[in-house]
């Protein structure tokens, strides 16, 4: 699984599972792009991560925004001279009834679930396909099959992402590019076991989804491509 030199561009770095797969990132030799909206937390995973400045480059900005991610493309390809991995783990949620969800909190749900991942591949796409060789994988809800009541909004975004992220899927696949999107239900983290005390299964931790997503960004996982990935947790019996 050499991904030694690589160029990964991580978007939600400073989020639930950015630290994670940041980490699983850095330690296969992948050189790091980690884009977030608080410095603080983006300064304090790089001092984390212990990895030198050649490797790692910090970057605030609002994926929502085209004109970021195009002012962060070409940051990229000035500081490391390509770019080869694209992993779009940004997101947020909100539910209310459906009657009651304004249409500022259905504007929010699009630009940070859906919009985000369409200015960080429109972006980025030219560079991956410049090499011959690219991946792109993004994060949605194990959610979007079987929608609960009352989050309508993040729901109907995050299907929109996957069906995105499949349509690019289809373009590129003879660019030497891959576009997965991995679903993930309940992400094993202390915030999230504090608004769910009941659960007792399905939990997956933020560790297990970086290596998923480190396995499809391998050669050995080239040959995936299109596919949308449950990561669902353990479940137990009873």
Same mark, same amino acid.
């Given at each position: 699984?050499?991904?030694?030199?690589?160029?990964?561009?991580?978007?939600?770095?400073?989020?639930?599972?950015?630290?994670?797969?940041?980490?699983?990132?850095?330690?296969?030799?992948?050189?790091?792009?980690?884009?977030?909206?608080?410095?603080?937390?983006?300064?304090?995973?790089?001092?984390?991560?212990?990895?030198?400045?050649?490797?790692?480059?910090?970057?605030?900005?609002?994926?929502?925004?085209? @004109? +970021?991610?195009?002012? *962060?493309?070409?940051?990229?390809? /000035?500081?490391?001279? $390509? &770019?080869?991995?694209?992993?779009? #783990?940004?997101?947020?949620?909100?539910?209310?009834?459906?009657?009651?969800?304004?249409?500022?909190?259905?504007?929010?749900?699009?630009?940070?679930?859906?919009?985000?991942?369409?200015?960080?591949?429109?972006?980025?796409?030219?560079?991956?396909?410049?090499?011959?060789?690219?991946?792109?994988?993004?994060?949605?809800?194990?959610?979007?099959?079987?929608?609960?009541?009352?989050?309508?909004?993040?729901?109907?975004?995050?299907?929109?992402?996957?069906?995105?992220?499949?349509?690019?899927?289809?373009?590129?696949?003879?660019?030497?590019? @891959? +576009?997965?999107?991995? *679903?993930?239900?309940?992400?094993? /983290?202390?915030?999230? $076991? &504090?608004?769910?005390?009941?659960? #007792?299964?399905?939990?997956?931790?933020?560790?297990?989804?970086?290596?998923?997503?480190?396995?499809?960004?391998?050669?050995?996982?080239?040959?995936?491509?299109?596919?949308?990935?449950?990561?669902?947790?353990?479940?137990?019996?009873?």
């Amino acid at each position: 699984m050499a991904l030694t030199n690589k160029v990964a561009v991580l978007i939600g770095a400073s989020g639930q599972l950015g630290p994670a797969v940041a980490a699983a990132f850095a330690h296969a030799g992948v050189k790091l792009v980690l884009v977030g909206t608080r410095q603080d937390k983006l300064d304090s995973l790089h001092q984390a991560l212990g990895f030198r400045e050649t490797r790692v480059f910090v970057r605030v900005a609002d994926a929502s925004r085209a @004109t +970021a991610m195009q002012e *962060l493309a070409e940051m990229v390809k /000035t500081k490391f001279g $390509r &770019a080869d991995i694209l992993l779009h #783990t940004a997101g947020t949620f909100r539910g209310a009834p459906f009657e009651e969800t304004s249409a500022e909190v259905w504007q929010e749900m699009l630009d940070m679930n859906l919009l985000s991942a369409v200015n960080s591949m429109r972006a980025f796409l030219p560079l991956l396909t410049a090499n011959g060789w690219g991946r792109i994988l993004t994060v949605s809800s194990g959610l979007t099959q079987s929608p609960p009541p009352n989050i309508s909004a993040y729901v109907t975004a995050k299907a929109a992402l996957e069906t995105m992220t499949l349509a690019v899927a289809k373009e590129v696949q003879d660019k030497g590019v @891959t +576009a997965n999107v991995v *679903l993930v239900r309940s992400l094993d /983290t202390p915030s999230e $076991r &504090a608004k769910q005390p009941n659960k #007792t299964s399905g939990w997956v931790k933020p560790a297990d989804v970086a290596a998923t997503l480190l396995f499809l960004c391998s050669e050995e996982g080239g040959a995936i491509t299109g596919a949308r990935i449950p990561v669902f947790g353990e479940i137990k019996p009873g």
